[in-house]
T-cell receptor, first 113, second 115 residues
Framework: GDSVTQMEGPVTLSEEAFLTINCTYT??????LFWYVQYPGEGLQLLLK?????DKGSNKGFEATYRKETTSFHLEKGSVQVSDSAVYFC????????????FGAGTRLAVHP | DAGVIQSPRHEVTEMGQEVTLRCKPI?????LFWYRQTMMRGLELLIY????????DSGMPEDRFSAKMPNASFSTLKIQPSEPRDSAVYFC?????????????FGDGTRLSIL
C-alpha cells in the first residue's frame, strides 16, 4: 500500500545549522506531496507542497523538491532558528480521491541557541 | 480569519463515561476529517465527511466511536463508553473540495485523558 517513511528523530541542531529531514514514499500513482509542521500544543500547519515531479515547494526558508526518480521529498533549510523547533510530518495524497492524507511518523527537531 | 475550532481543548474523565468532542470547520470548507494522534501509532485518520456525509469511516476503531456532521458548520466525535486506551489528542481538519488537493487545515486538538 501507499506509505511515507521519514528519518527518525529527534534531530538536534545548533542555531544557524543546515537542516535536512529525509522523506521517501511508496505510491502506485503520482501523488501530491506535503510537509506539515506541528508546534508544541498546536495542530498541524501546512508548511509547503509540491504536486508534480520536479516541483519545488518553499516557505519560511524551507524547501523540498519532488523527486520522482528517487521517490523522495526531503525537507531542507539553510539556517535553522530556535523557533523552528517542532515536529515535521511528510505526507502524500492523490488527486481524484477525497484528499486522504497519508502521513509519515513525524520527525522532531530541536534547535539550541 | 477563524481557523478550525475544536472544543474542549482538554478533557479528563473516568473510564466508562461518554465523551463528546466538537469541531467547527472553516466556513466554506466542505470536507472534514477527524484524526487521532498517539505516540505509539502516530496520526490516524478516523473518519472523513464530504458535504456533511460520512464517506470513509474505516479508521473508526470500534463501535464505541461515532461521528456526526448535522450541518456544514459543526461535527462531533463521540466515545461511549470511554476506555483508558482512548487517551490521545484528537484533531479535526477541514479543506475545500477534495478533488483539488487543497491542503487540510487543522484545529489545535482536544487532549483526552481517560482515567
Amino acid at each position: 500500500g501507499d506509505s511515507v517513511t521519514q528519518m527518525e528523530g529527534p534531530v538536534t541542531l545548533s542555531e544557524e545549522a543546515f537542516l535536512t529531514i529525509n522523506c521517501t514514499y511508496t505510491a502506485t500513482g503520482y501523488p501530491s506531496l506535503f510537509w506539515y509542521v506541528q508546534y508544541p500544543g498546536e495542530g498541524l500547519q501546512l508548511l509547503l507542497k509540491a504536486t508534480k515531479a520536479d516541483d519545488k515547494g518553499s516557505n519560511k526558508g524551507f524547501e523540498a523538491t519532488y523527486r520522482k526518480e528517487t521517490t523522495s521529498f526531503h525537507l531542507e533549510k539553510g539556517s535553522v532558528q530556535v523557533s523552528d523547533s517542532a515536529v515535521y510530518f511528510c505526507a502524500l495524497t492523490f488527486s481524484g480521491g477525497y484528499n486522504k492524507l497519508i502521513f509519515g511518523a513525524g520527525t522532531r527537531l530541536a534547535v539550541h541557541p | 480569519d477563524a481557523g478550525v475550532i475544536q472544543s474542549p481543548r482538554h478533557e479528563v474523565t473516568e473510564m466508562g463515561q461518554e465523551v463528546t468532542l466538537r469541531c467547527k470547520p472553516i466556513s466554506g470548507h466542505n470536507s472534514l476529517f477527524w484524526y487521532r494522534q498517539t505516540m505509539m501509532r502516530g496520526l490516524e485518520l478516523l473518519i472523513y465527511f464530504n458535504n456533511n456525509v460520512p464517506i470513509d469511516d474505516s479508521g473508526m476503531p470500534e463501535d464505541r466511536f461515532s461521528a456526526k456532521m448535522p450541518n456544514a458548520s459543526f461535527s462531533t466525535l463521540k466515545i461511549q463508553p470511554s476506555e483508558p486506551r482512548d487517551s490521545a489528542v484528537y484533531f479535526c481538519a477541514s479543506s475545500l473540495r477534495p478533488e483539488s488537493n487543497q491542503p487540510q487545515h487543522f484545529g489545535d486538538g482536544t487532549r483526552l485523558s481517560i482515567l
